[in-house]
């Protein structure tokens, strides 16, 4: 069984730039949420796909936006970088309709914003 | 709006030592809580989950409670070790699987 996984692990990127972030999820779940995390904060849902479509959303701008495949994995797009988008953005699967399931996250991609 | 509190904010003890983190929340809305642990510049490891049915889990040294009544959680690591060291987080979990995380508690043991 793999466990989730994302790529890059660290980028640098400077303000007003756009940038990708991946995200494979574990075996067996089809869905895919995206959390910020900022330093010395806790982790902040940004939003999450299920069959290829947004299914809820966090306090985040549209520049923030996502794409989910048809083999479960996931996309983060950020568009106009600003400063404050720093922060290791973190990809977290689990499976859909089960409120109880356990959410599993992967190692995460540090952005840095200059 | 759902919101998540965890104290101490950061907390120093002696290897072997028994310790408790505490963690709340304002609604008992919930669906499960999970604690994590997160060491520097990583991602997050899930340590144990309670479902909100439940009142207490326990993974070798680790022993999480839940009174989802009066919103709290605890999470009890018996004889700490220096490998212990590492940021926790509780996060509760609300409709549409999304996870609302307090800000974290830094623990540091010391050998």
């Known amino acids: 069984e793999t466990g989730v996984t994302q790529s890059p692990t660290h980028l640098i990127k400077t303000r007003g730039q756009q940038v990708t972030l991946r995200c494979s999820s574990q075996s067996g779940h089809n869905t895919v949420s995206w959390y910020q995390q900022a330093l010395g904060q806790g982790p902040q849902f940004i939003f999450q796909?299920?069959?290829?479509?947004?299914?809820g959303r966090g306090n985040f701008p549209p520049r923030f936006s996502g794409l989910q495949f048809p083999n479960y994995s996931s996309e983060l797009n950020v568009n106009a970088l600003e400063l404050d988008d720093s922060a290791l953005y973190l990809c977290?699967?689990?499976?859909?309709?089960?409120?109880?399931?356990?959410?599993?996250f992967g190692e995460g991609s540090r952005l840095t914003v200059l | 709006k759902q919101e998540v509190t965890q104290i101490p904010a950061a907390l120093s003890v002696p290897e072997g030592e028994n310790l408790v983190l505490n963690c709340s929340f304002t609604d008992s809305a919930i669906y499960n809580l999970q604690w994590f642990r997160q060491d520097p510049g990583k991602g997050l490891t899930s340590l144990l989950l309670?479902?909100?049915?439940?009142r207490e889990q326990t993974s070798g040294r680790l022993n999480a409670s839940l009174d989802k009544s009066s919103g709290r959680s605890t999470l009890y690591i018996a004889a700490s070790q220096p490998g212990d060291s590492a940021t926790y987080l509780c996060a509760v979990k609300l409709d549409g699987n999304k996870l609302v995380f307090g800000a974290g508690t830094i623990l540091r043991v010391k050998s």
């Open positions: 977290a699967s689990s499976f859909h309709g089960v409120n109880t399931g356990e959410l599993f």
């Open positions: 796909y299920y069959r290829e479509e947004e299914n």
């Open positions: 309670i479902q909100s049915s439940q």
